[in-house]
């Protein structure tokens, strides 16, 4: 049963986050791999979820993630949207829609997956729009592994434009309502479980909806200062998801991507979908070379961070496998160095440092700073 739980109440916040989406799109999937562990193959072995499985995640700034993985079949959506509307849609902090994607170029079926895709997605985001209108929405168009790449680009925009088209229909449909707005945020990425996709799309909801990251960021950009670091990142610690990062590389193009929502925003007037707004979730490890989705002269890539975040995730399991724990690693190369440690009670910190002339233990030192600095700063306060 549902607990209502008005936030602002508790020290605790508690954010609901629905998972919704068809029967077999990937959901009880990604929430596996993500928060428990699971590698990608071991996601085959999975049966279908039954009604509702509840799980609950705990973030940095006392957040709580209380995930609801809502099974897909037609009798459970069919529940959700009407006998269970008001206990399903209320009080919740963010719809993550899964869609599989190969399921939408189904067009001699007569089900015509994609359509029936769009009226769940068009009635999820209208229930939204009445219990819960401050939610934030993500679509996940997932499997993208499963299409060939020459058409992951045209397909992704397509399949985006189709899902904003909704979301204006429904910003009509409530129009006249009290409490009607005349735009909402719609958050679309390309992904798949078997590349960094999925992580980067994952990292970006948590960016997102957690509110303490803020804070954080003020901290990484003094700790890069004092320790001539070249980048910075860091992750929370059962998931390893990247909450935030600071970079001296590519700092215009990575704040674009990871800051700006607003290019997201779905106006009930809107005419067009400009090209740089639908591929804003296409990521560069998803389409071929000659894609303006992948950033010309640039060697290093888009994906590392999550890549990073996959690889000590991996390590991590594989060291527990053989009952070792790993407190901190130091790694040395000719061109870098990198430092990786426990930060606060729920985050990771990485630093990169390319300059020769600094120390490993000037930077551990001053990371040791900055843990201190962030004990003594007490968690913004709860909206
Ligand atoms: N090719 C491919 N298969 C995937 C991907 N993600 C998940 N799968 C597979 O999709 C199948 C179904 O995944 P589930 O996570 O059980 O699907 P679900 O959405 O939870 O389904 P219900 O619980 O019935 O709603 C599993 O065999 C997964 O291994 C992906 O990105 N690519
Ligand atoms: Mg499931």
Sequence with gaps: ?????????LSTLTQQILLMGKSGTGKTSMRSFIFS???????????????????HVRFPGNLVLNLWDCGGQKSYMDSYMNAQRNQVFSAVGALIYVVDVVSTEDENDDTHEWESDLRYFRDCVSALNTHSP????FCLLHKMDLIEPSRRKELYMSRVQDLRKKIREVLKEHA??????????????????WDATL????????????????????????????????????????????????????????????????????????????EK?????????????????????????????E????????????????????QALELRTSTFMAYMDALTSSTYILVIVSDPRIQMSAVKSNVELCRQQLDRTPPSPQP
């Design 1 to 9: 049963m549902k607990r209502k739980v008005r936030a602002a109440q």
């Design 37 to 55: 562990s699971y590698r990608s193959e071991d996601t085959k072995r999975l049966g279908s979820t039954i009604e509702v499985e509840h799980s």
């Design 134 to 137: 401050d939610a934030e929405v």
């Design 176 to 193: 006249s309502s009290p409490n009607a707005r005349d735009s909402m945020h719609l958050h679309c990425y390309a992904t798949s479980i």
């Design 199 to 274: 992580y980067k799309a994952w990292s970006n909801i948590v960016h997102t909806i957690v509110p303490e990251v803020q804070r954080f960021e003020t901290h990484l950009a003094s700790l890069a200062d004092m320790c001539s670091a070249t980048e910075i990142v860091l992750f929370e610690k059962a998931t390893f998801l990247m909450m935030s990062r600071f970079s001296r590389l590519q700092r215009e193009t990575q704040n674009e991507d990871m800051d700006n929502h607003d290019t997201y925003t779905v106006k009930m007037q809107d005419k067009n979908d400009t």
């Design 277 to 305: 707004v639908l591929l804003a979730g296409l990521t560069g490890s998803l389409v071929t070379d000659s894609s303006p989705a992948t950033k010309k002269g640039v060697t290093l890539s888009d994906d590392r961070f």
């Design 307 to 326: 890549r990073i975040s996959e690889l000590v995730k991996h390590f991590k399991i594989s060291c527990l496998e053989s009952q070792y724990q790993v």
